[in-house]
T-cell receptor, first 110, second 115 residues
């Protein structure tokens, strides 16, 4: 079965800089890959979906890339703000269910 | 419809007791998922329903766990004879199946503490 690897250590980024989070998977490339945001004590919130035939997807200050050769997705937040501080989860579909990574905690420092 | 709701939000119980959680999905969504999440981990899949049919159960779901979705709307997750290892956040999500993509909408979760 698929394994998703996200950097489990927290990422500290200065406000205004670009934060880049990494998601690697181990097996076959999924049809699509998703990114969610989770705040403490709350359920995850969907942010972006990128399909296997898309190289890049953007939404406001967010950008996701998908490299099926490297088996990797990168999630970028440009012009980061303290309000972007949260845990970001990478997820992909396997056998009709969604598998999540452990998430990366992002701290944007004012 | 304001989204997925879960009840209760918090539950403290003693080891050996039974607990039941409820999830109300977004009304037009036909799929409903249950996940468990512990500190520092991502949500782990437990089971899911399409309408009232339970289509898959994870190996994580021991025989002490049972889930139902009797009319294809709300769902309940029951844990019998709770153990301390059951302490976790239990998340429910719903989605509209079909098409090439599926976005799940999560509820706020029920945090369970077993003493």
């Amino acid at each position: 079965s698929q394994k998703i690897e996200q950097n489990s250590e927290a990422l500290n980024i200065q406000e205004g800089k670009t934060a880049t989070l990494t998601c690697n998977y181990t097996n076959y490339s999924p049809a699509y890959l998703q990114w969610y945001r989770q705040d403490p004590g709350r359920g995850p919130v969907f942010l972006l979906l990128i399909r296997e035939n898309e190289k890049e997807k953007r939404k406001e200050r967010l950008k996701v890339t998908f490299d099926t050769t490297l088996k990797q997705s990168l999630f970028h937040i440009t012009a980061s703000q303290p309000a972007d501080s949260a845990t970001y989860l990478c997820a992909l579909v396997e056998d009709d269910k969604i598998i999540f990574g452990k998430g990366t905690r992002l701290h944007i420092l004012p | 419809d304001t989204g997925v709701s879960q009840d209760p939000r918090h539950k403290i119980t003693k080891r050996g007791q039974n607990v039941t959680f409820r999830c109300d999905p977004i009304s037009e969504h036909n799929r409903l998922y249950w996940y468990r999440q512990t500190l520092g981990q991502g949500p782990e899949f437990l089971t899911y329903f399409q309408n009232e049919a339970q289509l898959e159960k994870s190996r994580l779901l021991s025989d002490r766990f049972s889930a139902e979705r009797p009319k294809g709307s709300f769902s309940t997750l029951e844990i019998q004879r709770t153990e301390q290892g059951d302490s976790a956040m239990y998340l429910c999500a719903s989605s509209l199946a079909g098409g090439r993509q599926e976005t799940q909408y999560f509820g706020p979760g029920t945090r369970l503490l077993v003493l």
